[in-house]
């Protein structure tokens, strides 16, 4: 059975693991599913429909499955899904999704969500993203793996951010940030790619060496968008390592499906 402190408020409709803890005054909701592990810190609030997986840490005061912040939301049973093995600290808030979207608010795995972090409605967060303290993300924004968003950093709604990629302090992001690449400002601009990142991630000195070149191309030589994304096409192949080649398809396939434009 749950433990669940004496002053807490669990609805008999959701659906707690045996091993779920639920610390002092939080309210669950009914609606909400909570999967083995998972701790749920004193005052936090958690509204249906829910799904939140296995061993996730959730800290004080944090209130998940709000209601959209959209004003055509008329009350539709819109959801919110996390995964396993985040770690989501005070005052965060994440809104359900919404219709007008794909009805749920997404949230990936092995997370670590800052303090004060908002998710609007119908943000897809893939997996091990850091959001640092008070990252604003508003609605229908979609971040990648394994991308760093900088403290009081904005993200307007729609924009994407590529996998491996990273945003500065209180970036102000209007527009997409294509994988690899490193952003900050206001106005927002690219500032060399996520080096660090990807040799902390096992990146090979050649791969490595690659994105490099597709940085240079997409923005060190001057050439129009489409010039730059044939060169970088070209790269194909050049070396003997089908990650590589990965690598170039998910930028080219990022810059393709773009609808903001990229970050310049």
């Given at each position: 059975m749950?433990?669940?402190?004496?002053?807490a408020l669990v609805d008999a409709a959701a659906e707690l693991a045996a091993d779920v803890t639920v610390g002092p005054y939080a309210v669950i909701g009914a609606g909400v599913q909570i999967g083995a592990g998972t701790t749920v810190g004193s005052h936090c609030t958690?509204?249906?429909p829910t799904r939140i997986g296995c061993d996730n840490t959730i800290h004080a005061?944090?209130?998940l499955g709000c209601a959209p912040q959209d004003m055509k939301y008329r009350g539709e049973p819109t959801e919110l899904?996390?995964?396993?093995?985040n770690t989501i600290f005070q005052y965060c808030t994440f809104s359900r999704g919404t219709v007008q979207d794909g009805g749920v608010t997404r949230v990936g795995s092995d997370n670590w969500i800052m303090a004060y972090v908002h998710l609007a409605h119908d943000v897809q967060l893939g997996s091990?993203?850091?959001l640092a303290n008070s990252a604003t993300l508003a609605g229908h924004v979609q971040v990648g793996d394994w991308v760093i968003v900088g403290g009081l950093t904005g993200v307007h709604?729609?924009?994407?951010?590529?996998?491996?990629?990273m945003t500065g302090f209180q970036s102000h992001v209007s527009q997409d940030v294509p994988p690899f690449m490193m952003v900050a400002g206001n106005p927002l601009g690219v500032h060399g790619f996520n080096v660090e990142g990807l040799r902390r991630r096992g990146f090979s000195r050649e791969r490595i060496a690659q994105v490099k070149q597709m940085h240079r191309l997409l923005y060190r030589e001057g050439l129009a968008l489409a010039a730059a994304t044939d060169a970088i096409a070209a790269l194909k192949g050049g070396i003997a390592d089908p990650a590589a080649d990965a690598d170039i398809a998910l930028l080219l396939d990022f810059i393709a499906a773009s609808a903001r434009g990229i970050a310049r």
């Open positions: 749950a433990r669940v402190h004496p002053t958690i509204d249906g005061h944090t209130a899904h996390i995964g396993d093995r091990h993203v850091i709604q729609f924009c994407k951010i590529g996998a491996h990629a």
